[in-house]
């Protein structure tokens, strides 16, 4: 403020000096600590939810009792023809669409559902709460729409076509993995149909 500063008590700006690096190694350490935990639990290449993280929220959920009657529900997406564009068009641009994907799953899904890429082409979305199988079916058909929508990249027109199978989670009843093992089974009698469907 430019009034004059007092003498400072013997050792006390040293004292001051050691408490500010503390201070800034335990923000360091935090920050990593974060990108780590980051790293462990998202997909590298979209940056959504990995299976790790996917599996941890299924624990959660089936731990809870439904309340008023909703539950949640699993949504396991397959992209019909996929290899197609990696096989004619290249993998730098099926990456760039399965980045594509990713982001319109974000943005068509509700803040407390999670969506996550499994491999591949294979993503899920964890509804946190549904009233019921034609509410999730609904949504799993919106996602559909959604995702139909042509997209363009490098000059090409793409249009993704998928196949989902929904799958109801009830508290304790199964382990996170055979809620996947059913979903994925759900996703390939959608697939047997003819695919670009929801069952």
Same mark, same amino acid.
């Given at each position: 403020?430019?009034?004059? =500063? ?16 503390? !201070? ?12 780590? +935990? ?20 299924? +624990? !959660?959920?089936? %731990? ?27 993998? %730098?641009?099926?990456? +760039?669409?399965?980045? *594509?994907? !990713? =982001? ?27 009233? %019921? ?11 559909? *729409? ?8 490098? %000059? ?9 199978? #929904? =799958? ?6 199964? *382990?996170?993995?055979? #809620? ?20």
């Amino acid at each position: 403020t430019g009034s004059p =500063v007092e003498e400072l008590e013997d050792g006390l700006l040293e004292k001051m000096r050691a408490l500010s690096d503390q !201070a800034t190694n335990a923000l360091d350490k935090a920050e990593l600590m974060w990108h780590v +935990e980051r790293e462990a639990t998202s997909d590298p290449l979209t940056g959504i939810a990995n299976r790790r993280l996917l599996r941890s929220r299924l +624990e !959660a959920v089936m %731990g809870d009792p439904a309340a008023d009657g909703r539950r949640p529900a699993l949504l396991f997406i397959d992209l019909d023809g996929f290899k197609q564009v990696n096989d004619t068009l290249g993998h %730098g641009i099926g990456d +760039e669409l399965l980045r *594509t994907v !990713a =982001v319109r799953l974000r943005r068509n899904t509700r803040t407390d559902d999670l969506v996550a890429r499994l491999g591949g082409d294979e993503f899920t979305v964890l509804l946190s709460s549904v009233s %019921g199988p034609e509410d999730a079916l609904d949504i799993g058909r919106q996602l559909m *729409t959604v995702l139909s929508q042509p997209t363009f990249i490098d %000059g090409h027109r793409l249009q993704v076509r998928c196949s989902i199978g #929904v =799958v109801m989670i009830d508290s304790g009843d199964r *382990t996170p993995l055979q #809620v996947l093992s059913d979903a994925d089974a759900a996703m390939y009698g959608a697939k047997k149909s003819g695919g670009n469907r929801c069952a």
